[in-house]
């Protein structure tokens, strides 16, 4: 029992995010520090682009935060960095970028593609049914036109064979 519970404790452990935020990068203001780290796990870090800058190792990452930490000390608001790193790089260095016009296609995009395949596939399956339910439905003249081929056909095999 104990051999699980301190294997359960280590998967935990290995789950847990990293954060790459050096200590030489720590605030000395616990609030700042705070809104910084809070910021900072919004952001995209555009080396890594599945990772905030809080979690990257990468040394533009470490130059955001660091920009962040500066833009924090000098008094500006949350919305005032997220507004100067959005006016710098777009709103791709958001993790979660606003719905407008210009990110529907990130919004809408997956559940689209999405739509469009179940729809592909519905048509193609109904299709797929359609055609059995047409080659059942021969009339008795057609009945016999396809008899004489497969009997000609399996002739010519015999013949060939």
Avoid at 7 to 32: N, T
Avoid at 39 to 64: G, K, T, W, Y
Avoid at 78 to 106: H, Q, S
């Amino acid at each position: 029992m104990r051999a699980i519970c301190l294997a359960l404790l280590f998967s935990l452990v290995a789950l847990a995010p990293a954060h790459a935020v050096r200590p030489d990068e720590v605030l000395a203001d616990p609030q700042l520090e705070a809104r910084a780290r809070a910021i900072s796990a919004e952001l995209r870090c555009m080396v890594c682009q599945n990772q905030s800058i809080d979690d990257s190792d990468a040394p533009l990452a470490r130059d955001l935060r660091l920009l962040v930490r500066e833009r924090l000390k000098a008094g500006d608001s949350n919305d005032a960095i997220r507004t100067f790193l959005t006016a710098r790089y777009g709103d791709f260095i958001l993790l979660k970028p606003p719905l407008k016009l210009d990110t529907v296609l990130l919004w809408a995009g997956p559940g689209t593609i999405l739509l469009l395949g179940a729809l592909i596939i519905l048509m193609r399956r109904s299709n797929g049914n359609n055609e059995v339910r047409s080659g059942a439905e021969l009339t008795a003249e057609e009945g016999a036109e396809l008899a004489s081929i497969l009997s000609s056909k399996d002739e010519a095999q015999r013949q060939a064979g």
